[in-house]
């Protein structure tokens, strides 16, 4: 039993996709533009110029509140928040505070130990700032502005989270929800998806009561200690990593009885694998917020949460669990495919069409749902192994997604249907797979230009296992001598004769038979 609890809440900044900034007509590109080329007045605050609120990047907003079960403020407004620093071109930061799009939310995951409920304190919408260059000279920085401006959601859970490894997560989770709603590609390397923590820590009750054997202790478990905020987050690892030297160093200090008194902001230092002081908070900064007065306020009507609402697909958590009551599929193949929205998508098109190959096979007798419930789970994970193992892994080789690929789920179900028939043995159907995925044909045309199907001749067959043994005379006396391995070499021999269309099993049986 630990003797203390860590306390952990994220502030997790989003990047909106959007084709133009926030408050101005720049392009939303700044990353793939030269320094300092996608400005204007209006991002770079210049006397006289007046902002237009971006309608998508509201309604973007508005949807991952909703996703998160976000209650919506109906009424709503932007705020100014007053700060100097040079990343920032007007000194003030375009943001909300009293009034955000969404509160008191909540973000479900699950990991192999538990189940995860974590609570969002708000969700709302701001500004991007500049970005600060420290190259070359280190007696000077640079300013490029083209990030000022862009769309930036922000997104602040409750400090519920208990572990490094649960923020991770937590942060791996909410990435997703956002590419399902396709609103951003919450990438942290190209910094479209940004992460502080907050982290504190503070007795563990039942330690403390059990070593003490007395209630009267007076121990709060509901008391929140000074924070550290931690900065510099820029991957996944750094995040779980950052959060546990932290929390390492915070247990340090209580056990020599010299626990934070005050707030701190610190740095993670990726190389040396530890945190920095950056500063001490010795009061809370005073941004002096007031409503935005160059913006009217919103008012948001039935029609735009009708329409915000219309848009909000079955999130990664309902698919996970829909997957496996509907599919019977393990842990790891669901979060393969559902941590793509478009695999996922594909994967329950080729099983719907999986479904109308079997019905439609002449030999395979009963109606529709009887065939399917006889055959599901076996068809199910063989469609489901042969996308992960197979077709996930011609796309991770050719540098593909999914939708990149030629092959159709219609066509792909066909060809998981011919292995299952025994009309493709494996080593075929990679074959085929591969030339379905560069030319787009399907299955059976390939198997019959290049004569690839199932060898069912079993007289054919025969022939070759005899030639087989009688031109590998001494391979045979080692296999009857005990020699396991020789067998293994006799049926690929017979497999090269036959240019992979024989069954491996079949082969194998008959050579076992006629070796006795």
């Known amino acids: ?54 309608k998508l990047a509201v309604k973007y907003a508005v949807m991952a509140a909703l996703a998160l079960d976000c209650k919506i403020n109906k009424k709503s407004h932007f705020d100014r928040k007053s700060y100097y620093y040079p990343d920032l071109p007007k000194n003030y930061q375009i943001s909300q ?91 942290m390397e190209k910094g479209q998806l940004r992460c502080d923590a907050n982290v504190s820590l503070r007795p563990n009750p039942e330690y403390f009561l059990e070593k003490a054997k007395d209630a009267s202790i007076g121990l709060d478990p509901k008391k929140l200690y000074p924070k550290t905020e931690v900065k510099n987050l820029n991957s996944f690892k750094s995040v779980e990593k950052a959060l546990a030297y932290e929390i390492q160093r915070q247990t340090e200090l209580w056990d020599k009885d010299q626990a934070p008194t ?21 009061e809370q900064h005073d941004y002096r917020y007031f409503p935005e007065p160059d913006l009217p306020p919103y008012e948001f009507d039935k029609k735009f949460l009708d329409s915000a609402k219309s848009e909000i697909v079955e999130m990664p958590y309902d698919r996970r669990k829909r997957f496996k009551i509907e599919y019977g599929l ?30 439609a096979l002449e030999q395979v007798e009963g109606s529709e749902e009887e065939i399917w419930a006889k055959h599901k789970k076996k068809l199910v994970k063989k469609a489901a192994n042969w996308m992960i193992s197979r077709l996930l892994g011609l796309m991770n080789e050719k540098k593909l997604g999914i939708t990149d690929s030629k092959i159709t789920p219609e066509n792909f179900a066909e060809l998981i249907t011919l292995v299952y028939e025994n009309k493709l043995n494996n080593q075929t159907a990679v074959a085929v797979m591969g030339k379905m ?30 030639s087989v043994i009688s031109n590998n005379k001494k391979v045979v006396d080692e296999y009857k001598s005990g020699k396991e391995p020789a067998l293994k070499f006799l049926i690929g021999q017979v497999m090269k004769q036959t240019k992979g269309r024989a069954d491996a099993k079949k082969v194998e049986e008959v050579l076992k038979y006629k070796l006795k």
């Open 437 to 466: 995925f560069m030319t787009g044909k399907d299955p059976s045309n390939i198997m019959e230009e290049e004569d690839l199907g199932q060898l069912t001749d079993d007289k054919g067959l025969d022939a070759v296992i005899d």
């Open 97 to 187: 505070y009293s009034l955000p799009f969404g509160h008191d939310g909540h973000l479900l995951f699950e990991t192999k130990e538990l189940k995860r409920r974590v609570r969002i304190e708000r969700v709302h919408l701001e500004e991007d700032t500049g970005k600060l260059l420290h190259e070359g000279d280190k007696s000077a920085s640079y300013v490029d502005y083209n990030r000022a401006g862009i769309p930036l959601m922000e997104v602040v859970t409750r400090p519920d989270i208990q572990t490094p490894a649960g923020a991770r997560i937590l942060l791996q989770e909410l990435r997703l929800i956002m590419r399902y709603l396709e609103i951003s590609d919450a990438d």
């Open 262 to 282: 005050q707030q701190a902001t610190m740095g993670w230092d990726d190389k040396k694998g530890q945190t920095v002081l950056q500063r001490i908070k010795e």
């Open 330 to 359: 393990g842990d790891y193949d669901i979060d393969i495919l559902v941590g793509d929205k478009k695999m996922a998508h594909f994967f329950e098109e080729m099983i719907s069409e999986l479904k109308a190959w079997l019905v």
């Open 1 to 54: 039993m630990n003797k203390y609890e860590p306390v952990i809440g994220l502030e997790i900044h989003v990047q909106l996709k959007t084709k133009s900034k926030m408050f101005c007509s720049c392009l939303n590109s700044g990353d793939d533009r030269p320094p300092n080329t996608t400005i204007c007045p209006v991002c770079m605050g210049h006397p006289g110029v007046l902002p237009v609120t971006n």
